[in-house]
Nanobody
């Protein structure tokens, strides 16, 4: 069955960096677009970035210029590098994909102070 497991979150001071990773299994990873979403306190889920099967990327305005998404099709992983972190970046970060249904992991907490 499809599984997505995020890791790499933590607590960091504003201006710092974090690298998030998502390990997937149970489907043909290389064929599908991957996305990172986040849920900040008191806010709806927000799409942060996506990377399609060809490596084309999109970023939300909130992280554009401060983040880099990448994928490793050999390892079935997707990563998100977050730089120049702001307090508003605090939230739970989820990786997600849509196959026949939407799938996402349990999330990893990012706290910026």
């Amino acid at each position: 069955h499809v599984q997505l497991v995020e890791s790499g979150g933590g607590s960091v001071q504003a201006g710092g960096s974090l690298s998030l990773s998502c390990t997937t299994s149970g489907y043909t990873y290389s064929r599908y677009c991957m996305a990172w979403l986040r849920q900040s306190p008191g806010k709806e889920h927000e799409g942060v970035t996506s990377i399609d099967s060809d490596g084309n990327t999109n970023y939300s305005d909130s992280v554009k210029g401060r983040s880099t998404v990448s994928r490793d099709n050999a390892r079935n992983t997707v990563s998100l590098q977050l730089n120049s972190l702001k307090i508003d970046d605090t939230g739970i970060y989820f990786c997600a994909t849509v196959i026949t249904d939407g799938y996402w992991g349990q999330g990893t907490q990012v706290t910026v102070s």
